[in-house]
């Protein structure tokens, strides 16, 4: 089984910076099957990213993701006050589909 | 508009039963489907997915041989019957669309419904 490990657990940042968000494979995820979810309290989760750099439909390009292997990284290029939410990674190469822990973006 | 939604949850003793039940419209329903929990204040887990056909289907370890999915194409419906029930199941059930060529593995997954509660206690 593919353990994810996300990192920061939490980051503290403030609305017009930079976010980078680290997501971190026990074993090499196949064909860059990598995805990216956001939550936000009280909400199911969404779809940001697939294929580890493929933006969803009617995701801001504000959003990116990169990284194959065992290293992805989803940035957020000028945080908006409604993305602070929890983010996920999740991988669906092997069995069984697994999730990250999660990385809380909170506002500083 | 993608609608998934839930149905099916609520309070149910360690050992019992239960049927969810997700109903989808606004969209072509012929696609592979998951089933995800979110236990309290903790993360998402993969719990099983089925084929567009329902002819093949998977399941995480944790609920293999307890939990069955099903789906009927002819009510655009998914199910999943939850047997033996734990305490460790206790958690808020999301169906969703899965998506690209690792479905099998669950896939990625596209539009979420809002999820329903279920509650295994005493």
């Known amino acids: 089984e593919i353990v994810l490990t996300q990192s920061p657990g939490t980051l503290s940042l403030s609305p017009g910076e930079r976010a980078t968000l680290s997501c971190r494979a026990s074993?090499?995820?196949?064909?860059?099957?990598l995805a990216w979810y956001q939550q936000k309290p009280g909400q199911a989760p969404r779809l940001l990213m697939y294929?580890?750099?493929s933006r969803a439909t009617g995701i801001p390009d504000r959003f990116s993701g990169s990284g194959s292997g065992t290293d992805f990284t989803l940035s957020i290029s000028r945080l908006e006050p409604e993305d602070f939410a929890v983010y996920y990674c999740?991988?669906?190469?092997?069995?069984?589909?697994?999730f990250g822990q999660g990385t809380k973006l909170e506002i500083k | 508009e993608v609608q998934l939604l839930e149905s099916g949850g609520g309070l149910v003793q360690p050992g019992g039963s239960l049927r969810l039940s997700c109903a989808a419209s606004?969209?072509?329903?012929?696609?592979?489907m998951s089933w995800v929990r979110q236990a309290p204040g903790k993360g998402l887990e993969w719990v099983s997915v089925?084929?567009?056909?329902?002819?093949?289907?998977y399941y995480a370890d944790s609920v293999e041989g307890r939990f069955t999915i099903s789906r009927d194409n002819s009510k655009n419906t998914l199910y999943v019957q939850m047997n033996s029930l734990r305490a460790e199941d206790t958690a808020v059930y999301y169906c969703?669309?899965?998506?690209?060529?690792?479905?099998?593995?669950?896939?990625?997954?596209?539009?979420w419904g809002q999820g329903t509660l279920v509650t295994v206690s005493s």
């Open positions: 969703a669309t899965s998506r690209g060529s690792g479905w099998v593995h669950g896939g990625y997954l596209e539009s």
């Open positions: 294929g580890a750099s």
């Open positions: 999740q991988q669906y190469g092997s069995s069984p589909g697994s």
């Open positions: 089925i084929s567009n056909n329902g002819g093949t289907t």
């Open positions: 074993q090499s995820v196949s064909s860059s099957s």
């Open positions: 606004g969209f072509n329903f012929y696609l592979a």
